[in-house]
Each structure stands twice: as C-alpha cells, then as structure tokens.
C-alpha cells in the first residue's frame, strides 16, 4: 500500500514529466512483445521538487535520458515491466559517455533515467540496451537529438 508522501512524490513526478513533454524527444521502438519507450529533456525542464524527490541534478547542460520498457498486458493495454538498461551516449565528434542508469519504481511503473552532460546544440547520439526481466533478447534501441540551455 503506498503511503501519502509516496504518493504525492508521485503524482509531482507525474505533473513534472507531463510538463516537459512538450519540450522534450521522446520515442518508442517496438519488439513484438515488448516496446522501449524512451524522453530525452534538460534537466533544467523539471521542476526543483521533482529534482529533489528524485535525487537529480538540475543544472544547464546536463539532460536526462528516460526509458520504460513495455508489454501489453491481457486487455492489450501496455504495462511497465522490470528489467535492466545500460547504454552510452556519443557527441558528435564521437566522444562517448557510459550512462549509469537507476531503477525507479513508483507504484506500478517502473523506468530508468541516467543524467548526462550535453553541450548546447550538439546532436547527441544515443544507444540504449534494454532486457526486460525473465527475457534473453537484448532490445536495442538507438536515437539521436538535439538540447538546447534554456
């Protein structure tokens, strides 16, 4: 049963990605099976709360890098599923960056975000590895975008 605290950490969780939507580069590749849904946005996009009640660094030049991984429950409806990611993110001179990627769970969704240090206006390359729990398939998505400091 969750409690009020995490509740309220999660409905301001919510709020604050429903906001930075509009802003951010967000994907889905589909797998059959599964989906790897994936935003990408500027740190500077969340609010301090939601920064603080995530343990993330809110600053110009660092961006955050969200992916889920999914699959469609027996109604059809997609559901979050655990699993592990890892990655790396390249600049455009080739200089890459492994991405330390943390579980969160907040009820029932569970996502993993990374933070990672971009310069403005530099096309960032992407390459994520996803293996949902139970599965053998590594899921590989790759995408590239472009931040901008605020």
């Given at each position: 049963m969750m409690n009020i605290r995490s509740f309220t950490s999660v409905i301001t969780l919510a709020l604050g990605l429903l906001l930075i939507?509009?802003?951010?580069q967000a994907g889905e590749k589909d797998f059959g099976k599964y989906q790897v849904n994936w935003s990408v946005y500027p740190s500077t996009f969340l609010t301090p709360e939601v920064a603080k009640a995530n343990n993330l660094q809110r600053s110009k030049g660092i961006g955050v890098v969200n992916i889920a991984i999914m699959n469609d429950d027996e109604h059809g409806q997609p559901s979050p599923v655990g699993g592990q990611v890892e990655g790396q993110v390249a600049n455009d001179i080739q200089q890459i960056n492994f991405l330390a990627f943390?579980?969160?769970q907040e009820g029932d969704a569970v996502y993993f975000i990374a933070q990672y240090q971009y310069p403005s206006g530099g096309l960032m390359t992407f390459n994520i590895t996803a293996r949902p729990t139970g599965h053998q398939q590594d899921l590989k998505v790759r995408f590239a975008h472009?931040?901008?400091?605020d």
């Open positions: 939507t509009s802003h951010s943390r579980r969160i472009t931040l901008f400091n």
